[in-house]
């Protein structure tokens, strides 16, 4: 299968260099060349029984380039996860609710970041790159720790997190923070997400483009790629959940095979809705994907209006992996929306980056708007929506899912109709112990994070994860704070040291 830039069509690749790089050379986004090629049975899948049964079919689909990807699925899920279900699908109220955290960071980023090193080493090995592959990773706060998981101590792997100073939770710190391997990195840097994320985007394209960077690269045997969900790899295995989250509806006798179901996806950099839409263009009878955002509304303003426009406050929220106003997966899902047009793609990033906004219409925004559906939530109603499930149902939800939860009921008001809505959990509660407490207790908790965590469990009868209740006593390992200019730099002295 061919995979081309978002940005050129004549920039191609395999999926296995596709996954070792990250991203193309000119700054685009790998695809496949055309979704018509893949043969996929949807149906077969959502029967196939277990969940590495569905995930063995589902990535294989989109990357077929790997060898034995029964092997490494095994191995990148046996044992890491608190079930073997992985992401168990539980009703509450009228709706569902998939959760997603039960991997060993209780975040969903762990279902794509077990894979994505299996992939990585397979893609080194199939074709004899011996030389150390160093993965740039920006986090807003989940997906940093899930790769620092994945990928330490991966022979032939380096690893270099960059997470905003004072914008993560301070339970995810010090996930972070205290992670050991002899292969990783983690640096806050004084900025917010979207200029880690800018800062890493520009040490890739110097990586491809700059002479002076790809000599010092070519002299430490070193290639850069990304654990990000601009990785081809890392976004593959998330469509995993959805046909698993089918699946689970099928067996319950919630719906009957080819009934229509509509997913909420708390959304940030817009890579786990995004592999919702990749999931249906395979065939998955999915009705509505609601594309919920807290009060960074950037992507319900472009979803409502066709004006991306990223001119505007950056606002720290109590659910701040969804605080990012320059969502990068959106490119694919405009190439896919535009009907492939890479021209017009390439010029929406080049106004993005000069002018700070760009503006779709057309054809374009009518396939978006069949698409999505968009809401968003601020803090108030964020956690209100934690009390009200909470009080309702005796379910905690964390401040991701819960916007969620807020965005489906918008568009149920809205729509109407009688499909089943699964919400997407994206995170365990304990994550944000501070501020999920003070939604269900109305008012400011008087303790720290992991006293606020002993009262959630207390509450809800529901057990703190073993590997956040044991990040109190756990030591400080990475001190590193730098000005975001000042990225590439860091970079290379990692490379170099």
């Known amino acids: 299968m061919k995979y081309i830039s978002t940005r050129n069509k004549n920039i191609q690749s395999d999926g296995i260099h596709a996954v070792l790089s990250g991203m193309a050379p000119d700054g685009g986004l790998f695809l496949p060349e055309s979704f018509d090629d893949i043969a996929f049975d949807w149906e077969k899948a959502v029967k196939a029984g277990s969940t590495t049964e569905i995930a063995e079919a589902v990535i294989g689909s989109i990357l077929p380039d790997f060898e034995d990807m029964h092997g490494l699925v095994k191995k990148a899920y046996s044992g890491r996860f608190e079930t073997e279900e992985l992401t168990p699908l539980v009703g509450v109220g009228e709706r569902y609710v998939l959760e997603l955290f039960?991997?060993?960071?209780?975040?969903?980023?762990?279902?794509?970041?077990?894979?994505?090193?299996?992939?990585?080493?397979?893609?080194?090995r199939q074709t004899g790159d011996e030389s150390r592959t160093m993965i740039l990773t920006a986090t807003s706060g989940d997906t940093g720790k899930a790769a620092l998981e994945g990928f330490h101590d991966v022979p032939g792997v380096g690893i270099i997190v960059f997470f905003p100073y004072g914008g993560v939770s301070e339970v995810q710190r010090l996930q972070m923070v205290t992670q050991a391997g002899g292969n990783v990195h983690v640096c806050a840097i004084r900025g917010n997400f979207d200029d880690a994320q800018t800062a890493v985007k520009k040490v890739f394209e110097l990586g491809a483009n700059d002479a002076g960077f790809k000599a010092d690269l070519a002299a430490a045997k070193t290639n850069l790629s990304s654990a990000n969900s601009i990785n081809i790899g890392r976004l593959a295995p998330q469509l995993t959940y959805y046909f698993k989250a089918y699946a689970d509806l099928l067996k319950q006798g919630r719906i009957k095979l080819g009934d229509k179901v509509d997913f909420s996806v708390p959304t940030g950099n817009f890579g786990d809705i995004l592999a919702g839409y990749f999931a249906k263009v395979l065939g998955l009878p999915i009705g509505k994907l609601i594309c919920a955002s807290n009060a960074n509304n950037v992507l319900t303003d472009f979803l409502r209006t066709g004006v991306y426009n990223k001119r505007r406050p950056f606002i720290k929220t109590t659910s701040?992996?969804?605080?990012?106003?320059?969502?990068?997966?959106?490119?694919?899902?405009?190439?896919?929306?535009?009907?492939?047009?890479?021209?017009?793609?390439?010029?929406?990033?080049?106004?993005?980056?000069?002018?700070?906004?760009?503006?779709?219409?057309?054809?374009?925004?009518?396939?978006?708007?069949?698409?999505?559906?968009?809401?968003?939530?601020?803090?108030?109603?964020?956690?209100?929506?934690?009390?009200?499930?909470?009080?309702?149902?005796?379910?905690?939800?964390?401040?991701?899912?819960?916007?969620?939860?807020?965005?489906?009921?918008?568009?149920?008001?809205?729509?109407?109709?009688?499909?089943?809505?699964v919400v997407l959990s994206t995170a365990s509660p304990y994550k944000f112990p501070l501020a999920v407490l003070s939604a269900i207790e109305g008012k400011e908790p008087a303790c720290d994070e992991f006293a606020a965590m002993e009262k959630i469990s207390a509450l809800s009868g529901t057990k703190i994860p073993a590997g956040l209740a044991g990040l109190r006593e756990k030591e400080i390992l990475h001190k590193d704070v730098i000005e975001k200019d000042e990225i590439t730099d860091y970079v290379l002295s990692k490379i170099k040291g």
Request: charge should be negative.
């Open 102 to 124: 039960k991997g060993p960071t209780s975040a969903f980023k762990d279902v794509a970041l077990s894979m994505l090193p299996q992939l990585m080493q397979a893609a080194k």
């Open 320 to 421: 701040p992996s969804m605080d990012i106003l320059v969502s990068s997966n959106l490119e694919r899902m405009l190439y896919l929306a535009g009907g492939g047009d890479t021209a017009a793609v390439a010029g929406w990033m080049e106004d993005l980056k000069t002018k700070g906004e760009y503006r779709v219409s057309g054809k374009a925004l009518e396939n978006l708007r069949d698409t999505y559906y968009a809401a968003y939530c601020d803090d108030t109603e964020t956690a209100s929506t934690i009390a009200k499930v909470f009080k309702s149902h005796n379910y905690v939800c964390d401040t991701h899912t819960a916007v969620a939860w807020n965005a489906a009921e918008k568009y149920a008001a809205e729509a109407g109709g009688n499909t089943p809505m």
